[in-house]
């Protein structure tokens, strides 16, 4: 029996039925999705960026420390990112990315709806592409530090792109959504974010200045930074450049005939990979940011949030002295004369051993404190062990004036090998205003961090005798006075040297001559709790004993100390804080910090001259008059003054040197004091330290640019009257001699 089938017609019910539950689904959909869009909006699935967010994306930013004549000297930074502005970028860097990234760019709203479907259609035919508007990949930059790896995050991160796309769009014009584009992009190798730090890292300019080629091959490396680098694949980068150059002309940005001349072209890279030994000033860089921090410190500067500044984060922009020029020249003089050094102590020392009895000792401290040691000992290697495993040759990196030296050798050996190198410093300053110009804190930042400008001293020898001179003019004295120079036992201490410049011996020439004993006598005559007093008036932070030996410069000072209180007998008596930083503003370019220098009247204005005078006449005639008659030490022939300084067995050699509108240190000596040159003729300071000063003064004057006089020494105001300085009614003594070493073995203090 064959069984009814029941009627199958939709009945008018049925079809209100089904047709009230379609609409059901479509607006319950609609609103789900706009639920959706709007729980994504107020960040229920995530915290979507502010509008504040947005023009100032919480990204590492690099600070940059600036020059007085607007240049980068350098940069602190986790990511090496810095701002710039549309009008910055090249039209080249624009129509790149357009014409590869986003060829609608300048139509779509932030989403190319039209782009975006058939993105969909050939990814489901197996056919993957790229859908993100240039605005989309913003969005993913602002808010996020990287794409997410789970699909469901990546679908809900998409939404949340789409949304901050709009918004962008909305708020902001089309160039400035391509500017915060370049300043956010990643462009992998050698810590590369943005297109300013980019630029110079692979072309060494700046992106207002990008070729077409260059352009092209930026913008394309976005597409995948490791597989289209330059330097690891550089065929690959090739290909893609060519591809977004191909682009350009199909957009009409390139014509073809420029097309197929830059396709011809190599990639011509100029590398300028940043770390922080890189570039000129590292010294003045790493001192700088420990002082900008101490002053944020003690002054209380913080965020607008009350949370510390953080240097290598917070895109600040510190303005400095410096000039890039002259900070270049220093670093250039240090290099001629030093190499040429190092090459005669290096040959003095292949004939002696120079760790032979008491410094042996340096051996065993310097083993003690390298790293390597440290390591050792943590991982709990006994003493003996450790000095097995530093007799154990490893392959290493070594420094040379001719480069750095790939080489095995036993991590004592290296020792022995860099006690052997002589180390140099030098600052130069205005000391009308305090500005430093020039700062070379050592002889190379990669392999001796130190810095011999402002964190480490030495004995300053010689230099020191001005301020017992100064002091006593400043106390009746005349630079024309004169006093015994001859051998004396002063309270039980009888310094040695020569006698030079006759006997007695004016003030004047005991200072060109730099004579020990006319020094030990009028520091026994003024006292010498007075010079302590006014050399620490001088601006010397350092300690100074309360001892005769002062007079020889039996204590230790800084370059920076030195600089600046040199500077005071330049600047008519006014003692002026040297100054490291101007001023620093936020990555807005709002000013947080401006620098005061302190000021203060340290000596009497004549007494001061007196001095200038003084010092004139140890490079005009006196121990550093081979400034002028020898090319090689500069052939200076403008009014200069300076003073030489030598220690106990030419540890420490110095050179002062003043000019007008400069006043100059350098010191040259070996890391410990135990090894120096074995002569004074080879050692003391008018050899080993003052070419440095001459070459730089040479160079800095030969350079029209900088524009510093090279006229005579202005009379303070209201001129002379307390006493006369031209002592040639006084008996003169014609001759250059060497300049006596201070003997701490003579001091008997």
């Known amino acids: 029996m064959k069984r009814e089938s029941k009627n199958s017609k939709l009945t008018p019910d049925d079809v209100k039925r089904y047709t009230g539950l379609f609409w059901k689904v479509i607006v319950g959909f609609v609103l789900f999705a706009i639920l959706f869009m709007v729980s994504v909006r107020i960040g229920v699935f995530g915290q979507l960026p502010s509008f504040e967010d947005l023009e100032n994306p919480n990204s590492n930013l690099a600070s940059e420390i600036i020059t007085d004549d607007n240049r980068v000297l350098g940069t602190y930074y986790v990511h090496n990112r810095s701002n710039v502005r549309y009008s910055e970028l090249s039209p080249a860097l624009v129509h790149a990315l357009v014409s590869t990234e986003d060829k609608r760019f300048y139509k779509h709203s932030g989403i190319d709806y039209s782009r975006t479907i058939s993105v969909i259609f050939h990814t489901l035919a197996g056919n993957k592409q790229g859908g993100s508007t240039i605005t989309q990949q913003l969005a993913l930059n602002l808010f996020s530090e990287r794409r997410e790896k789970s699909f469901l995050k990546r679908v809900m991160q998409k939404f949340q792109e789409w949304i901050t796309a709009v918004r962008l769009e909305r708020n902001y014009t089309k160039d400035e959504i391509i500017m915060m584009y370049f300043n956010t992009v990643d462009f992998g190798a050698y810590n590369t974010f943005g297109i300013k730090s980019a630029a110079r890292t692979y072309f060494n300019t700046t992106p207002d200045q990008l070729t077409a080629p260059q352009a092209a091959l930026l913008v394309g490396m976005l597409k995948g930074p490791g597989i289209y680098s330059p330097v690891r694949y550089p065929e690959n980068a090739l290909n893609r450049r060519n591809l977004v150059m191909h682009n350009m002309v199909e957009q009409g940005y390139l014509s073809q005939n420029d097309y197929d001349a830059f396709k011809q072209e190599g990639l011509d890279l100029q590398l300028r990979i940043s770390s922080y030994s890189e570039g000129i000033g590292p010294y003045f860089r790493a001192v700088l940011k420990e002082q900008i921090r101490q002053e944020f410190k003690r002054l209380a500067i913080t965020k607008p949030d009350g949370t510390p500044y953080d240097l290598d984060r917070d895109g600040l922009r510190v303005y400095t002295p410096i000039n890039y020029q002259m900070q270049q020249h220093a670093e250039d003089a240090q ?34 404190r390298s790293d390597r040691y440290r390591m050792l000992k943590d991982e709990g290697m006994s003493e003996s062990n450790i000095a097995k ?19 095995v050798m036993t991590p004592l050996d290296s ?92 003030l004047k020439n005991a200072v060109k ?49 030195m600089v600046g209180a040199y500077a005071a007998f330049v600047n008519h008596g006014t003692w002026v804080e040297p100054t490291m930083i101007l001023r620093v503003e936020d990555k807005n370019g709002t000013p947080i910090y401006e620098k005061a220098p302190k000021v203060v009247k340290a000596i009497n204005s004549e007494t001061a001259y007196a001095m200038v005078d003084i010092l004139k006449g140890v490079v005009d005639g006196g121990t550093g008059s081979r400034l002028r008659w020898d090319p090689d030490f500069g052939g200076l022939k403008n009014p200069i003054g300076g003073k030489t300084g030598t220690t106990n067995n030419n540890a420490d050699a110095w050179f002062m040197g003043i000019t007008p509108e400069l006043v100059t240190g350098v010191w040259t000596g070996a890391e410990d004091r135990g090894i120096s040159f074995s002569s004074t003729a080879l050692g003391q300071g008018a050899r080993s330290a003052m070419p440095v000063f001459g070459k730089f003064m040479r160079k800095v004057y030969a350079d029209k640019a900088l524009n510093y006089s090279q006229e005579d020494f202005p009379l303070p105001p209201g001129g002379i009257h307390r006493f006369e300085i031209d002592c040639s009614r006084h008996t003169e003594f014609f001759g250059v001699p060497e300049e006596t070493p201070l003997q701490d073995d003579r001091l008997g203090f």
């Open 415 to 506: 020792i022995r090998y860099t006690k052997l190198i002589l180390r140099n410093a030098m600052m130069s300053m205005e000391p009308q205003t305090g500005h430093i110009k020039a700062w070379v804190g050592g002889i190379n930042f990669e392999h001796f961090k130190y810095d011999q400008v402002k964190l480490g001293t030495r004995q300053v020898g010689s230099t020191a005798k001005p301020f017992v001179y100064a002091c006593a003019i400043d106390n009746g004295y005349t630079p024309c006075n004169t006093i015994p120079n001859h051998q004396q036992n002063i309270g039980g201490w009888s310094p040695r040297g020569d006698i030079r410049g006759g006997d007695p011996i004016t």
């Open 389 to 407: 495993e530093f007799e154990k040759p490893v392959p290493m990196t070594i420094f040379s004036w001719e480069g750095n030296i790939d080489t």
């Open 513 to 561: 001559f730099s004579q020990n004993q006319a020094s030990a006598y009028l520091i026994n005559e003024i006292g010498a709790d007075n010079v302590a007093s006014f050399t620490h008036k001088m601006g010397i932070t350092s300690d100074i004993p309360n001892n005769l030996s002062i007079a020889l410069g039996s204590y230790d000072a800084s370059i920076f100390d």
């Open 335 to 368: 290099k001629e004369w030093m190499s040429k050094l190092q090459s005669e102590f290096s040959k003095e020392w292949r004939r002696r051993d120079a760790f032979s009895g008491e410094n042996a000792k340096i051996l065993a401290r310097g083993m003690k």
